[in-house]
């Protein structure tokens, strides 16, 4: 089970943290991403870490502004969002991948879910 925590409204220019606590897998043996939904739009690759969290890979739509992080002691992983912006609007999920040989980009390459957390930015 994958629950995420975190989202919220904000003005343009702000920060949020996301958390998805994970329960029932083995976390550490997982690699974890972040996606997001705008309305009307496919889900797409935000963010990506590899098991260890030595890797991280990020969309070009967030590099530089959002950092994903894990913590295998609390079985969680993190998104931290600065400089939000208005087009950053979407529900944000995280998923897990069991695979160890590649960090995967998109929606098939994961095999949990969870429920999202939606993410509103002003302007």
């Known amino acids: 089970q994958l629950v995420e925590s975190g989202g919220g409204l904000v003005q343009a220019g702000g920060s949020l943290r996301l958390s998805c606590a994970t329960s029932?897998?083995?976390?550490?043996?997982?690699?974890m991403g972040w996606f997001r939904q705008a309305p009307g739009k496919d889900r797409e690759f935000a963010a990506a870490?590899?098991?260890?969290?030595?890797?991280?890979y990020y969309a070009d739509s967030v590099k530089g502004r959002f950092t994903i992080s894990r913590d295998n002691t609390k079985n969680t992983v993190y998104l931290q969002m600065n400089s939000l912006k208005p087009e950053d609007t979407a529900v944000y999920y995280c998923?897990?991948?069991?695979?160890?040989?590649?960090?995967?980009?998109?929606?098939?390459?994961?095999?949990?879910w969870g429920q999202g957390t939606q993410v509103t930015v002003s302007s």
């Open positions: 870490i590899n098991w260890s969290g030595t890797n991280t």
């Open positions: 998923a897990a991948d069991r695979s160890t040989l590649r960090i995967g980009f998109g929606v098939r390459d994961y095999d949990y």
């Open positions: 029932g897998l083995t976390f550490s043996g997982y690699a």
